[in-house]
């Protein structure tokens, strides 16, 4: 498997589709100019490219493991995270007062796409520290930041998020562990976190835990949680790693997939930490730092669909099979139909991230509402979109490698494996779900419509150049409106939830369909214009059942009894 | 995880939903009333949730392996085999005078079902050796059928097929495997095949393996292939295994899944062997063979789809999570949407299933080409939904579980992995689609036609009484009717192969519903009234968006030159 990292899809993509201009003529990201990100980019790609792709197998073959309590990581690992950090590619949109770049998080949304799709196990530990970077600029102390952050942006340290205990998953205010204060400003944190992330690596010198606890007397549920920074090593006065913190990897899980990510189980005995936020505001720290996670888990599905991509796309020009005009399986309707609508939902499952990242990047900038707002709607569609089109694109990939791809060697089955946790961990992609039909519509949907009220305009005004595109598009805006119409008029939450996954994916449709008709309008006869009639004839058209399905409600649902189930 | 054989569902659907009295009322299978397979269900039932369900795991854990050029099976793998045979599973619908018992491929399917939903990789040696046995039926000599159909049907030996060479996958034509007469009626065999699952084990004392290759000045291609018995040892006269065969096990495959399952690398090196059927005609008696374990392909789908379907209902009924009424995460509606939509997809698939294996038995019974041709029409349709759900409601499977459903131990991701290989083998689902278009759309459509206007009729009769549920049935197969008449209205191939799939998909989503809808008119207010109406509701729908892009042709997807795909 050779990687290609797709630097001129990101170029023409951020040019013509999502309008990167808008953040380039902002004074907070007037250096990031087209050719600066330009000339970035390819510098990632190029790291991607020869460094970390191929660590990808050795780090599925040679999982992570604990060796009396230390964790190994797989070969090539460290030197491979050594060349992230060095490259500044983990503190790149940092506040630049403590070592970041301050770039925009588009940009740092496709580089992180590309070392997910290069990378995947290894990217998470960047990816993680990245998020904990921003949750403590926006909730530490001075003293916290001065002390962590340059550390965390050069990469001499990781740092991870410490969420889950087995009672609590996606319920998070289920938790009980607790942190009781020390009298001098710290405090001891007591208790057990699953399924954590790169809980420990051989690497760095130091590991930076986020953990959600409980001070005494916190009220129950989630507005009892607060956020403390709990080190492995407690920084000596001259901000080096010190002595042992009070916390251990207990164990590591045995997955399907990311084998070279150590997933820990982590136990805290006593540990040292400190408040990060306000006491019992950790839920709102913590959604700082799942936020920019979320977006970035969806870009992992975009990653490694497109890696997938390419290696079905390889595989089919070489492979020798039948009667056809090359030889090869390529010219098989049914190959072709895969690789074109594999192609076609890389490029919808990519513009909706990088339209999220943009949003955030305005939302910064202008300190608009309506940016923050776009943000917030397009963030759980960014990563459950993605990481299914992550999903979808890696199965398809197998099945262009015919048998070959259930063999292990061929790299196809690992993509598949991989790619499984990523509608689960940051959230699962129902939760995404219901954060979109009810978290993010609570403004009675005002958010959703002015979006579709954009996709609209956008379709109207390309009707004179590409009707037969822009008609198609224009009657998906006005079904996904009415949709979102008898959505927000349902007092009934669950008549909410029961259609949110299959809300979230009609939408996520819809705004491929827009952004592939951008695309098209950029690119009068040329592939793109092809791409894109190929999706909104072919791939569009699923969001139809889909909002059927929405509009079906709860009570189809819930009149067969638990029981009735089992029959 | 604990399998529950689910004997009653087969009941209600034998009763109810495909008509097996018509079966029963065959001379041919008068034995098998309704009692005498219910008692048998019963019996296998049994057998697979004691016997066979506990070495699911132990298969996963422990692949098969090859030591010194011997296959090790996994533990525990041979006892169960033992099993399998003594209880006559093996040769159920084989001919008695050999030593079978003659019953009804409807009920054989259900019992494969069952198997494969206990343990796929095991089920997969009487599997094949059914399918072998009735190539031989159809198509071997007297001498051959003596000497080896008893054996095959007692499980004293098992049966392979050898197709796949390296070069020659989906392209069967393509292979080079030599057979050149000994003179003595026999033939050298000589030639590696690739892909032979169970190509040897260490519990039976024989393997039959079932060879494609040419005669010497056999035409090119598929017209110049026969097909050759090749015993690993060679019967002695008194019919027990004397000396070896000149072939042996190279290597077995790392798979993605199906670990306990020896997936060979076969050599054959002037093997002796004996032709099956007429020279040149090879592939005539192999699809003999093919399509009975396409069928059984198909019903393995189904099989794991019901086993990740029940743990997945067990798990969500058991993790407490949030606030529900139960406290537990079953009655989260996103929670009960995935599992309401497993459960309806495997009663579709199982019904596809039992219709396909049905009109076989009507096809024995009767001689009438009608049902012959329904059992072609089915047999794709078959593998490639019951497979593709098979796949779908194992992710589901494990999303239900969440972060657990990613951790190897609880299982349900061995599911997804070992469900992954169903859509590929026994001619990927690509295949089937392009076979269902083609070939058994060669007379017209005429097939196609006549099972439309039963279901057409059906839902007509269920107007009355169930007019919410029998309108959109009738709406769905007037839009599959529409869409079958523009296919076979294609003169270019390739038009009808670029929709093959989703024309596959979109009728096994409307005859789910045909089924459905007889399930809920012999339920009135019941579990499956209800069952069928989330079913035509909520995932009826989808047919719609794929007949639009069945009738996109291949134009568009061909205007996207290959070099365009990689832009």
């Known amino acids: 498997m050779t990687y290609r990292a797709p ?85 790149m949109s940092g506040d630049p007062d403590y070592g970041g770049m301050g770039l925009p998080m588009t940009l740092t949304t496709a580089v992180n796409e590309m070392m997910s799709a290069a990378c995947l ?14 949750a403590l600029e926006h909730h530490a102390s001075a003293a916290l930041k001065q002390q962590y952050l340059p550390k965390l942006m050069s990469g001499e340290w990781t740092g991870t998020m410490n969420l889950t205990e087995p009672q609590a998953g996606s319920d998070v205010g289920a938790l009980t562990t607790k942190a009781e204060p020390n009298g001098d400003g710290s405090y001891a944190i007591s208790g057990q976190k699953i399924f954590i992330t790169w809980g420990d690596n051989d690497f760095t010198e130091n590991v930076i835990h986020l953990v959600l606890a409980r001070l005494p007397g916190a009220v129950a549920g989630a507005k009892g949680i607060s956020l403390f920074l709990v080190p492995k090593y407690l920084p000596e006065a001259d901000g080096r790693p010190g002595r042992a913190n009070a916390l251990k990897v207990v164990s590591l899980e045995h997955k399907m997939g990311i084998h070279g990510s150590p997933t820990c189980v982590m136990h805290y005995d006593g ?47 070489e492979r020798k099979q039948g009667k ?33 990242a943009l949003a955030i990047d305005m939302q910064k900038a202008t300190g608009k509402a309506d940016w923050a707002a776009r943000a917030a709607l397009l963030t759980p569609i960014a990563k459950a979109f993605g990481t299914e089109i ?142 894109a009639r190929y999706y909104i004839t072919a791939l569009l058209p699923e969001h139809a059942g889909l909002l059927a399905q929405v509009q079906s409600g709860a009570e189809a649902l819930f009149a067969l009894g638990t029981d009735e189930l089992a029959v």
């Open 324 to 356: 056809t005009p090359s030889g090869t399986i390529i010219d098989h309707a049914d190959v072709r139909r895969m690789l074109t609508g594999m192609r076609a939902d890389v490029f919808a499952a990519r513009a909706v991230m990088l339209a999220c």
């Open 121 to 134: 196990s290894l990217q998470l530990a960047p990816l993680l520290t990245q998020g904990q970077i921003e």
């Open 271 to 317: 540990a040292t930490g400190w408040l990060v936020g306000a006491e019992h505001g950790g839920m709102a720290a913590m959604f700082t730092m799942m936020n920019n996670a979320r977006l970035g888990v969806g870009g992992e599905g975009v990653g490694i669909a497109e890696a997938a991509f390419q290696q079905a796309l390889d595989y089919a020009q």
């Open 390 to 531: 992550g999903n979808e694109v890696a199965y398809a990939g197998v099945q262009v490698h015919g048998g070959m791809g259930f063999i292990e060697e061929t790299g196809a089955a690992q993509f598949s494996r991989d790619a499984r946790v990523l509608p689960i961990y940051e959230g699962t992609n129902g939760i995404q779900a219901m954060d979109l039909v009810g978290r993010k519509m609570a403004d009675g949907g005002a958010a959703a419509f002015r979006l579709l009220d954009e996709i609209e305009r956008h379709a109207e005004s390309a009707r004179a150049r590409l009707s037969d595109l822009a008609e198609p598009v224009l009657q998906a805006g006005e079904a996904l409106r009415g949709a979102t119409e008898w959505l927000v008029a349902q007092n009934n939450m669950n008549d909410r939830f029961a259609g949110a996954v299959p809300y979230l994916r009609a939408f996520s449709r819809v705004l491929g369909a827009h952004y592939h008709l951008a695309a098209a309008l950029a690119d009068p006869g040329g592939p793109r214009e092809k791409l």
């Open 7 to 91: 630097v001129a899809d990101y170029e023409f993509m951020l040019r013509y589709v999502v309008g990167y201009e808008s953040v380039a003529a902002t004074e907070r990201f007037a250096d990031a100019s087209a050719e600066t990100i330009s000339a970035i980019l390819s510098e990632a790609g190029k790291l991607c490219e020869e460094v970390l792709a191929p660590l990808n197998r050795v780090g599925d073959l040679n999982p992570a493991r604990l060796e009396n309590g230390v964790v190994r990581t797989p070969p090539g690992f460290a030197e491979g995270f050594k060349a992230i950090a060095e490259g500044g590619w983990v503190g």
